[in-house]
T-cell receptor, first 112, second 115 residues
Framework: GENVEQHPSTLSVQEGDSAVIKCTYS??????FPWYKQELGKGPQLIID?????GEKKDQRIAVTLNKTAKHFSLHITETQPEDSAVYFC???????????FGDGTTLTVKP | GAGVSQSPSNKVTEKGKDVELRCDPI?????LYWYRQSLGQGLEFLIY????????KSGLPSDRFSAERTGGSVSTLTIQRTQQEDSAVYLC?????????????FGPGTRLTVL
């Protein structure tokens, strides 16, 4: 089955700096890679996703890159703000499967 | 419109008792997922419904866990003879159609504590 590893487990940055979270996956059949943000006491919320036919995707301060050959993908947040503080999860999914495999999460703290 | 709702939000039970957790997906969403999130851990997949059928039950940790979905809408996750290691947040998500490459919308979760 799929195995997703996420690093780092915790990340602390100064407001305005960039933050990068990395994930690797094992199943070459995986072709959809969403990123979720989870705030305290709430369910995860999709913030950005990427499909295997794309190498990079941007949405304002958030970007995701995908290297299918190396089986890794990364989340980049620029100009971080205190409200970016949350737990971020990556996931790897095969299109024809119902199962999503999540990383263990990264707790991001943005210090004002 | 209304998002995914789950009830109860918190449940405290004694070891050995049965519990039922409920998920109301977004209206019209055909796919429904259950996950378990232990403290400080990622999301552990439990089961996936497409309509009322469950093509993938591979994540259910033991035969004490079962889930059903009726009318293509509400789903119930049942844990029988609860154990302390069952303590976790149980999250439900739904997506518009099947195939995992559709955005999943998560509910707020049910925090289960087994004493």
């Amino acid at each position: 089955g799929e195995n997703v590893e996420q690093h780092p487990s915790t990340l602390s940055v100064q407001e305005g700096d960039s933050a990068v979270i990395k994930c690797t996956y094992s199943d070459s059949a995986s072709n959809y890679f969403p990123w979720y943000k989870q705030e305290l006491g709430k369910g995860p919320q999709l913030i950005i996703d990427i499909r295997s036919n794309v190498g990079e995707k941007k949405d304002q301060r958030i970007a995701v890159t995908l290297n299918k050959t190396a089986k890794h993908f990364s989340l980049h947040i620029t100009e971080t703000q205190p409200e970016d503080s949350a737990v971020y999860f990556c996931a790897a999914i095969a299109t024809n499967a119902g199962k999503s495999t999540f990383g263990d999460g990264t707790t991001l703290t943005v210090k004002p | 419109g209304a998002g995914v709702s789950q009830s109860p939000s918190n449940k405290v039970t004694e070891k050995g008792k049965d519990v039922e957790l409920r998920c109301d997906p977004i209206s019209g969403h055909t796919a429904l997922y259950w996950y378990r999130q232990s403290l400080g851990q990622g999301l552990e997949f439990l089961i996936y419904f497409q309509g009322n059928s469950a093509p993938d039950k591979s994540g259910l940790p033991s035969d004490r866990f079962s889930a059903e979905r009726t009318g293509g809408s509400v789903s119930t996750l049942t844990i029988q003879r609860t154990q302390q290691e069952d303590s976790a947040v149980y999250l439900c998500a739904s997506s518009l159609k099947g195939g995992a490459n559709n955005e999943q919308f998560f509910g707020p979760g049910t925090r289960l504590t087994v004493l």
